[in-house]
């Protein structure tokens, strides 16, 4: 678990998010709810598997989760520190979950400590993608999942939206093609068991993608 001086990126993702915190969930209900209904049902998580959660946000994947199972073990930990206010208050009826502020590069966790990393709607804000890799693969028991679910650069319309942040978002590192994902998961040691593009309206193009790392 080495620690990592704050990057210029996760500063201001941050405080972005802090700010945001207490409209994020009204501000993006929409995209929210579409995004991540799709997630849990894409993902098909084991109700026995112990769960981290990396930039989880206001704990609404948590809050779907539980509700589907309330007995499932989850750990959700994110940057921002308002986030995570909105997710205990959310979620303080379950015992079973926690939360903690950390970077993705970074986590406070002893090695092979979970059954399944998840990630949603964040991978184009870390800054130094194989070290968040290679700390999703260090927290992982063996043969453990990986499910991410990120923006997709193949459509025009996303590689318009990812040029215009680069420019006026400090708060952006990069989208990905689906084929750039997938060379990044297995030049870090995962092998991709399945994967799949989804549009939800004419803007938005996801990538959904299951990956195990074999240690």
Not at 74 to 97: H, W, Y
Not at 135 to 146: F, S
Not at 157 to 179: E, G, I, N, R, S
Not at 182 to 188: A, E, I, K
């Amino acid at each position: 678990m080495t620690q990592h001086v704050e990057s210029q990126i996760e500063a201001t993702v941050r405080q972005q998010y802090n700010q945001l915190a207490t409209q994020y969930d009204r501000r993006w209900q929409q995209y929210i709810t579409n995004t991540l209904v799709f997630f849990k049902d894409w993902m098909q998580l084991a109700p026995s598997a112990i769960v981290l959660d990396i930039a989880c946000g206001t704990g609404e994947l948590e809050r779907l989760l539980l509700t589907q199972n309330p007995q499932q073990s989850i750990t959700g930990v994110d940057i921002s520190d308002e986030m995570l206010r909105q997710a205990q208050q959310k979620l303080k009826s379950f015992p079973n979950i926690a939360f903690q502020v950390a970077t993705a590069r970074s986590l406070p966790f002893q090695s092979c400590q979970f059954d399944v990393v998840l990630s949603a709607n964040s991978f184009h804000y870390f800054d130094q993608p194989d070290t968040v890799l290679q700390e999703m693969q260090r927290v992982l028991k063996p043969n453990g999942k990986l499910l991410l679910l990120d923006w997709c650069r193949d459509s025009w319309v996303c590689q318009m939206c990812d040029w215009v942040l680069q420019w006026f978002d400090p708060a952006h590192k990069q989208c990905y093609t689906q084929a750039e994902l997938h060379t990044l998961l297995t030049s870090n040691q995962f092998q991709i068991v399945r994967s799949q593009k989804v549009r939800f309206g004419w803007l938005w193009e996801l990538m959904v993608v299951e990956a195990i790392y074999l240690n």
